[in-house]
């Protein structure tokens, strides 16, 4: 059972346009959401992260939107870049220490020139 | 700034061997997580260790076992390896409250190829 879903595998988009990518949850007990960026081979690296207590937050280029009562969120990034082209990862933690993430399968981004 | 090393890069083994995977995590992080990433699969988390204890578990099948040691670095043993073990081991590492506020860093992970 996916309780994180990233449910369009590719999105390709023009540099200088928004990007938009959306993340689907199940389970109620997340609390907290984050995105991670992956290059082939390389560990993902963190992006941004938003907690259930906010409905937005914003770092430079991305933001991200929660929106609680549909169990959705999204990244948006502006303007897009062609380094930006990578696989995106949406991953969910509840509450307490020591949280493993739980992670969507992932959607990648090409940004064309 | 020092992140998470994970060694080695690469490894190749044949079936039914052992392997070891070792994770040193950013100083201070007392945190460390283990997830697998299959061909084309999202990460899986295999297992967690909180001030060298285990904290919690996932999907590790009972050929694998971890610890952490003593200067919190963590290795990752796996023995009769199948070829389905082949995948990306990430380490991550934490401070003990978790991915909030105190960040939650991957390693670039060890790629294991089982022939």
């Known amino acids: 059972d996916q309780q994180v879903k990233q449910n369009s595998p590719s999105l390709s988009v023009q540099e200088g346009r928004i990007s938009i990518l959306n993340c689907d949850y199940t389970?109620?007990?997340?609390?907290?959401f984050l995105w991670y960026k992956k290059y082939p081979a390389e560990g993902p690296t963190f992006l941004i992260s938003?907690?259930?207590?906010?409905d937005k937050n914003e770092d430079g280029r991305f933001t991200v939107f929660l929106n609680k009562s549909a169990k959705h969120l999204s990244l948006h990034i502006v303007p897009s870049q062609p380094g930006d082209s990578a696989v995106y990862f949406c991953?969910?933690?509840?509450?307490?220490?020591?949280?493993?993430?739980?992670f969507g399968k992932g959607i990648t981004l090409s940004v064309r020139p | 700034a020092a992140g998470v090393i994970q060694s080695p890069r690469h490894l190749i083994k044949e079936k039914r061997e052992t392997a070891t995977l070792k994770c040193y995590p950013i100083?201070?992080?007392?945190?460390v997580y283990w997830y697998q990433q299959g061909p084309g699969q999202d990460p899986q988390f295999l297992i967690s260790?909180?001030?060298?204890?285990?904290?919690d578990k996932g999907s590790i099948p009972d050929r694998f076992s971890a610890q952490q040691f003593s200067d919190y670095h963590s290795e990752l043993n796996m023995s009769s390896l199948e070829l389905g073990d082949s995948a990306l081991y990430f380490c991550?590492?934490?401070?003990?409250?978790?991915?909030?506020?105190?960040?939650?860093?991957f390693g670039s992970g060890t790629r294991l190829t089982v022939v």
């Open positions: 991550a590492s934490s401070l003990g409250t978790g991915p909030g506020p105190y960040g939650y860093t």
């Open positions: 389970n109620s007990m997340f609390d907290y």
């Open positions: 938003i907690s259930s207590i906010k």
């Open positions: 991953a969910a933690t509840g509450r307490g220490a020591n949280s493993k993430l739980t």
């Open positions: 100083p201070r992080h007392d945190t």
């Open positions: 260790f909180y001030e060298k204890m285990q904290s």
